[in-house]
């Protein structure tokens, strides 16, 4: 099947099929899976110009609302970190999508760019999972508690049922996890979410696969609560990202910027069932299995693409 925006011909089973895999394994962590797709939508279909970026954002937004409804109705979402990452990532993504069309047009620049999101993704799990037991003792109490409580009691919605917001200011957020209390601070939340959304505008991902490992990493969250906060940003920010991307097409005539709808809808049909699926079985998942899996295919791209740059493909 040929896709005319996109340049390429592919059968029209391996787009869900694809995405199925990857959203069903990064929906987990609170990644929609598109930092994955584009790879391999740029090496293995051959889908090199800026629209496969707009593309991407695409795929998130008919991908995501399955599994931010999971986290929902398992009682899973922090709704006042969700708004604050869309408050700042909002407008890095409109930033991001300008660098992207005006800067960043080369497949081989691109690629080498794309690396270095990648390693800066990979490395600051690693250096979490590195610190073992010398991390945020309150949030391995808190994961425990909630793995513990998922083995015993077995029910979705009743195991999920753990958030509890106590106070959402201009100055700190604090909500309470399985007898843990977190408290984050909103300026710096969004400082750093704006600037993940100027990366993930550039990249295509709307940010949530920087942002969730940042937030475990750094802020010491727990994962099975940042999941459904990281997902709901993204997918505010992809509307933004493909609303951008197909506004400014007819200003650059000469390159194709638009996102080829069938493709991400294709592409967004199967990350749909793969990250209802992954939300719905996170709970089952140790959390350091899911980060050491997200880290192997992170580094792995990043390496990959690396070396494609500096051989100048």
Known sequence: MFFPT???T?????????????SFFTSMAGVSGAFLLLPF?????????????????????????????????????????????ILGTLPGV????????AYLPDPANFKGFAAL?????????????????NGRQDRAAAERRFQDLVRNRGDACGAGAAVSVRRMNLREIAFCFHGEEFVIHTPGIFALSFGVGIVGGIYGIGGGSIIAPFFV????????????AALMGTFVTSIAGVVFFQAIAPIYPEMSVSPDWLLGILF?????????????????????????MLVAIILFTAFKYLRAFIAGL
Request: net charge positive; aromatic share 14%.
């Open 6 to 8: 996109a340049g390429i």
């Open 10 to 22: 592919v059968d029209p089973w391996i787009p869900p099929l694809v995405a199925f895999g990857i």
């Open 41 to 85: 939508q740029m090496s293995f279909l051959g889908f090199t110009s800026p629209s496969v970026s707009a593309t991407n954002h695409l795929f998130n937004i008919v991908a995501i609302p399955s599994g931010v409804y999971r986290y929902l109705k398992e009682g899973r979402m922090v709704w006042p970190l969700a708004w604050v990452v």
């Open 94 to 101: 409109i930033v991001g999508a300008v660098v992207r069309v």
């Open 117 to 133: 999101v990648m390693l800066y993704i990979g490395g600051r799990m690693v250096w979490d999972l590195a610190r073992g037991r």
């Open 217 to 228: 990493a750094v802020y010491g969250l727990p994962v099975y609560i940042v999941a459904g």
């Open 268 to 292: 967004g049909l199967g990350g749909m069932a793969g990250m209802y699926f992954g939300a719905r079985c996170q709970k089952h998942v140790p959390a350091r299995v899911i980060k050491w």
